[in-house]
Structures are given as C-alpha cells and as structure tokens.
C-alpha cells in the first residue's frame, strides 16, 4: 500500500458508512485501487487514476433541488435502442418520449471503442485526446458532489472501470463471478434516495447492458424460447437483440423512479462504446478491436425526465442535442452538468466529433475524427 492508498481509504472511512452493507462497496473500490496501483507500478502506466477522490472536485457551481441521474450502459450500438416491434418495451419507451417527457438525441460519438478508453473520458467529459485528464479529473458526479449534492456511484459492471471513493452511496451490484441483471441498479438507486431526503442529489450508474455474451444479460423468461432453426449470425443478433430490449426496460425502470420524485427529476443515459456483429459481415466482433468502427464507436443517447422537471422547462435547451453534425460523449456528460446547474443559457454543443483510436491495425491510438470511421 503506498501513501495516496492509505489516505484514500482514510478518505472513504467517514463514519456514516462503516456499520452499512454499501460499507463492503467502499472496500471493493479500496481494492480496485490497490490493484491499479500494482497495475500501474507494473506497467508503468497511467491507463487508470490510482485513487481519484471526489473530494478534489473545485466547486464549479452550485446544484439545484432535485435528482440527475447519468446511466452509463455497456456495448449498446447506436441502431439498438428502442427498435419498432422488437418488443413491448421499446413501444413503452416511444410513447413516453411522445408524451414529451424524454428525448432521444442524436447518436454520439464514443471517446473510444473499448470501456477502459471511453469510460474515463465521459465521466471526466474531456477531450478525447486529454489521457491524462481522464486518468487524473475527478468526474461529473464529484463536480456534483462539490456542487453541493448527495451522490451514489452505482456499480453492475464486472469491475469499478473509474474508481472513485468519497461518494455518500457507492455500491457494487456485480461481479465477474457472480453477474447480476440490471435491474439491481435501480433497486439500489433508490436504496440511495431513501436514505438521502430533499436537496440535490445525483447519482452515477454503470450497467452491465449488452456485454457479451449478451444471453447472459437479460432474465431468460421474459422472452419465448429461441427458434432453432437460427444460424450463428442470426441466434447472436437475435440474443443482442434481446439484451438490447431488456437494456430499454431499464431505462423506464429508472424513468418510474424519477416519476415517483415530488422534485424535478431527469436522466441522460448513453452507452460506452457500441459493438460489431457478425451479421454486419465486417470481420468483426465485439468491441475494443484495433481498428475503430461506426458499429462499435456510435452510440445511442437520450434523457427522461419527471413532470415537475417539465415544468422548470430545463428540458428545452436539450432540443441543441439534435444535431445534423453528430454528438459526442463530452457534449451529453457537460449537458447533464448544465441541467444540474439549472443554468439558463444555451448548452452550446459542438465539441469537435473525435475519439481516440485508430483506422489501422497496429498504428496506435490516435485522434479520429468520427466522420471517417466505417462499418
Ligand atoms: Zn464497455
């Protein structure tokens, strides 16, 4: 254990959260450090921040009453969000966002291909070309937290992808050895806003989503049994698929938890990266490959929000999220900041469309512009 270990576990000890189960989340993000200290001593490294403390945060501004919600979710292309007839819930998502109380904003443009690159640059909301500050920035929920929020970093993913301890609620819904299904999240999340009253509160979850292998993803009986007469291609499209449909009753799971908020209440959710299928017929799978791709580096964004946020009429400057010129990731996590500000003005998006990665196998990592990217 080196010195900034020992004074970020010295940090996340604050005694409200030692005699509590979410107490053995803390230590999960102890460990998480630990570990990418070792990693990075070994490595010589900076791929992680060693021990990122919320409580670096500067106060930028400060946060209005109600609840902002950031979901992350995991390996969701842009064309895989809410499609027509895949299932009932896709149709419940369409109607709640014809009712006027979500939008779905153009796709974006991943900081990355692979969950270690885009991740910490979403949650930092840097330039894709800034490592270090993505390594190194305390995120948008401790510029939340600085702002004067209660906070919750929510965790179904296999590991803690940007640890950061400080947060008054840190849970750890999933492991690699024992995967939970999404929807543990929500339950947590509202865990955390029982616990937290009236004021400002903002909350960070991370989802499992669509990782592979994606029929691991959703609670088989929810769906009918599989054709048997499928090929590969079309049994791997047809479970992403079904992963993809539950991922979207996620999303109106947490929309019934801001619906039951008496103070305004809104998500922005967006997924890491996207993912290749072998029914594209491109030669690639999965993600985080060496070459960057449309099908694993655009990525499907929108925000739901509750009545009493609709009538703030913050919603408004979200309509600047539609664009013909394409969105990024920095452009959503500064969108989310701007909504918790309660700020007025524009949002003024247009961050250049670029993320790092590369359009040749082995050429290292570089700047793109997500214009030049193909299938
Ligand atoms: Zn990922």
């Not at 190194?136 to 993913?157: D, E, F, R, S």
């Not at 449909?245 to 008496?262: C, F, S």
Request: hydrophobic share 40%; with cysteine; proline share 6%.
């Amino acid at each position: 254990m080196n010195g900034t270990a020992l004074q970020s576990f010295s940090n996340i000890s604050a005694s409200e959260v030692r005699n509590t189960v979410v107490w053995f989340s803390h230590i999960g993000i102890f460990k998480e450090v630990i570990a990418q200290g070792f990693d990075t001593m070994a490595r010589g490294s900076s791929r992680n921040a060693t021990a990122r403390s919320a409580r670096s945060a500067a106060r930028r501004f400060r946060a209005v009453d109600g609840l902002a919600v950031f979901i992350i979710g995991e390996s969701l292309r842009a064309d895989a969000l809410m499609v027509e007839r895949r299932g009932p819930w896709s149709e419940a998502l369409a109607k709640r966002l014809k009712l006027g109380l979500g939008i779905r904003f153009s796709d974006a443009c991943a900081g990355g291909n692979a969950t270690y690159t885009s991740v910490p640059r979403l949650l930092t909301a840097v330039d894709p070309t800034d490592g270090v500050g993505a390594a190194q920035n305390p995120t948008i929920l401790a510029v939340a937290k600085a702002a004067g929020a209660k906070t919750a970093y929510i965790m179904n993913h296999e590991s803690w992808v940007v640890p950061e301890s400080g947060h008054d609620f840190i849970e750890k819904t999933s492991s690699m050895e024992h995967p939970a299904f999404d929807d543990e999240v929500v339950v947590a999340l509202e865990g955390f806003l029982q616990r937290s009253g009236i004021g400002p509160k903002a909350a960070v979850l991370h989802l499992y989503g669509q990782h592979f292998n994606y029929q691991d993803r959703y609670p088989p009986q929810h769906f009918p049994p599989e054709p048997l007469d499928l090929d590969i291609e079309r049994l791997e499209a047809l479970r992403y698929g079904r992963a993809a449909e539950y991922g979207v009753k996620i999303l109106l799971d947490a929309a019934e938890v801001l619906d039951k908020q008496t103070e305004p209440a809104f998500l922005i959710f967006t997924s890491d990266h996207g993912e290749n299928l072998m029914l594209d017929h491109t030669g690639k799978r999965y993600h985080a490959g060496p070459i960057s791709g449309l099908n694993d580096t655009m990525v499907p964004a929108l925000a739901l929000w509750n009545k009493p946020f609709a009538e703030t009429g913050r919603q408004r400057v979200l309509a600047e999220l539609i664009s013909p010129s394409g969105i990024t990731h920095r452009d959503l996590a500064n969108a989310w900041l701007h909504l918790l500000s309660g700020a007025p003005d524009p949002l003024a998006p247009g961050n250049q469309p670029i993320t790092w990665g590369s359009l040749e196998a082995g050429s290292g990592n570089t700047a793109l512009n997500c214009r030049m990217l193909k299938p």
